[in-house]
């Protein structure tokens, strides 16, 4: 089957200049011209096209390149891992987020000692606690985002139960992609024991996540429906 660039852009309701910028990418398939100097598209560079239209919003277009770029080779498996390993990645997130909400809806992290005195933590702890690499609570710091309190006889940093909560919120903005400006006056509120606007932040960026992953399902189902076209008869890579 040939298909005019017309017609494809037609399908996918976008414009034909659209789809000589995809090719452009390197990812599709060589394609001929007909003797007008027209191109002619077939069935599988459909199937590229949709398949790129459908991963780009959930993914991303470097990701998306990345993966297409692996199929091209026959590089099924390697194309699939990216694709997990970034799902994966959404899965921490997901689950920072839920935490967060947790932890603004109740006095879980509130630590005190045997006495009922605050326990104060190590970054290293409040690493382990929050899934926040150290290195990105440091560079919170020089941001201006968290202030930090230092033990007077070490000097090492130490956090309070809300300077955590004050972390993992900022975590939880960062993976859905709020202004900085949005983190620090949520933060602010934090400073004022406000956790109302915290918590509506946190939730909505929860259904970020939400709609993330189900934006990924679909370009996943693309992908592999373009995988089954243009996989070798023989199943190998």
Same mark, same amino acid.
């Given at each position: ?16 200049? %659209?789809?000589?910028?995809?090719? %452009?990418?390197?990812? +599709?398939?060589?394609?001929?011209? $007909?003797?007008? $100097? ?15 239209? &459908? ?12 993966? +297409?770029?692996?199929? =091209? ?14 799902? &994966?990645?959404?899965? =921490? ?30 970054? *290293? ?5 929050? %899934?926040?690499? &150290? ?35 900022? *975590? ?27 918590? =509506? ?17 679909? *370009? ?14 023989? *199943?190998?890579?």
């Amino acid at each position: 089957m040939k298909v005019r660039p017309i017609d494809i852009a037609k399908r996918l309701n976008i414009s034909t200049s %659209s789809l000589r910028h995809y090719e %452009s990418w390197g990812i +599709l398939p060589p394609v001929e011209r $007909g003797a007008n $100097g027209y191109r002619i598209y077939t069935a599988t560079h459909i199937a590229y096209f949709e398949c790129i239209r &459908a991963m780009s919003p959930g993914f991303g277009v470097d990701t998306t390149i990345k993966v +297409l770029q692996l199929l =091209r080779r026959q590089e099924i498996d390697e194309a699939l891992w990216i694709v997990n390993e970034a799902q &994966a990645s959404l899965q =921490r997130d997901k689950d920072m987020a839920e935490k967060t909400i947790k932890v603004l809806d109740t006095k879980e992290l509130d630590n005190v000692d045997a006495r009922g005195r605050r326990r104060w933590m190590t970054i *290293g702890e409040v690493s382990k606690e929050t %899934s926040v690499p &150290a290195s990105a609570i440091r560079h919170w710091e020089k941001m201006g985002l968290i202030s930090v309190s230092r033990n007077g006889d070490n000097g090492y940093r130490t956090f309070s139960p809300t300077q955590i909560r004050q972390i993992l919120i900022i *975590g939880t903005l960062r993976t859905a992609i709020w202004s900085l400006e949005t983190i620090k006056n949520v933060i602010k509120e934090l400073d004022h024991n406000n956790l109302e606007q915290a918590r =509506r932040v946190a939730r909505d960026s929860l259904q970020f996540l939400n709609n993330t992953n189900r934006s990924r399902m679909r *370009g996943i189902r693309y992908l592999y429906r373009l995988i089954e076209l243009s996989e070798p008869a023989d *199943g190998k890579s």
